[in-house]
């Protein structure tokens, strides 16, 4: 990536004698490992891989200490190109609890420290969540894709973000500005192929590039622009996903929904509230409402027909004292939408009320995609 640091040198910015030395050095290093392998190519094949690192890096230049050929090994231990890569991307981790889930890790290591999931949740990139709720407090979802892990995410109340390279971890107590400290602004969009996928403007949110996965930043403005959740997805595994939103399928639908209630429960529980039990009775009445919103393309409480949300409950043969509604469109997943509501006032008073249940419907179509 752009800019001076840990393995990066700055190609459109003037190179400093320290930059030059260090760029020649692992330059030389570099044929010194890799003369037969490179000795292997005619001039043909050395620029068709020249113009390929140039489809994917022509913005950037990227020097890496451990190229090594993907084949080697030796008999005292040295690790080959893979392997070693794997061990690379376990830098960044989130903890819940006493359990930290790094980036890289296989899910033979997942179970053996957290068990097996209370669920198996479809995610927008195609990968499981592994779904960890028994205690709200250690609360976590960790993405499992090909045997490991490609994702993690938190809002509970003990979770941390460890930086290994770095050296340094932030939790639910730092704030926007010491992130913006450490890493610097926000990046405002991802560019996969020819395409710029924008951070959405309304999100309260900073997204970076660390140790080759994106790392999302949620802040709560309710709450002196603190950290209130963090996610790490790999780099490979976003930049996959070419497309805002995916194709509905029942198991995503079923995981949105259910993802609604476990985080709002964890917020609650960081708020001192007590977790809200599941309804499957409210899933008509808010599937139904969804729905209604995309074919009759209004986005509000009450419909056209001047029903409100009590009428839709009372229709449905729903008893309650007290009640609420929260209502959210345009979001790809439930992390984004749950993040936006509890921006929101009126949406975090219904998400930390005086409430004893939780239904969630989730509709995909009408002019905001999702509802």
Known sequence: MKGVGSKRIDPLGNTTREQAIVLNKRTLEFFLNNSQVLGNYNNNDTNNIADSDNKHNQDDLYIDDNVKDNNSTDNEGNFNNEEQKSIETKKLAISAGSNVVFMGETVKEVLGKLGEPS??????????????????????????????????????????????????????????????????????????????????????????????????????????????????????????????????????????????????????????????????????????????????????????????????????????????????????WAIDAHEALMNSSGHRKNILGDYEKLSAGVYFGGDFQIY
Request: with cysteine.
């Open 119 to 332: 669920r198996k949740d479809l995610s927008k990139h195609g990968f499981e969540w592994y779904i960890y709720n028994k205690d709200y407090s250690e609360y976590i979802q960790v993405g499992i894709s090909n045997g490991k892990v490609v994702g993690v995410y938190s809002n509970a109340e003990k979770f941390e973000f460890h930086d290994e390279e770095l050296n340094k971890s932030f939790d639910t107590a730092n704030t926007k500005k010491q992130i913006t400290d450490c890493y610097g602004e926000t990046m405002e969009y991802i560019q996969k192929d020819n395409t710029r996928f924008f951070i959405n403007e309304n999100m309260n949110v900073s997204l970076y590039l660390i140790e080759n996965n994106y790392v999302s930043f949620y802040f709560d403005k309710f709450n002196d622009d603190k950290i209130s959740s963090v996610m790490i997805i790999d780099k490979e595994t976003e930049e996959s996903l070419k497309d805002f939103y995916i194709p509905p399928t029942p198991e995503l639908i079923e995981s949105y929904e259910r993802q609604m209630l476990d985080l709002t429960n964890a917020s609650r529980l960081r708020f001192g509230e007590k977790p809200l039990e599941w309804d499957e009775t409210g899933v008509r009445t808010a599937r139904r409402h969804s729905k209604d919103m995309a074919d009759r393309s209004f986005f509000d409480h009450v419909n056209p027909d001047g029903k409100d949300p009590f009428d839709r409950m009372n229709d449905d043969g729903m008893t309650f004292r007290a009640a609420g509604e929260n209502i959210a469109a345009g979001y790809a």
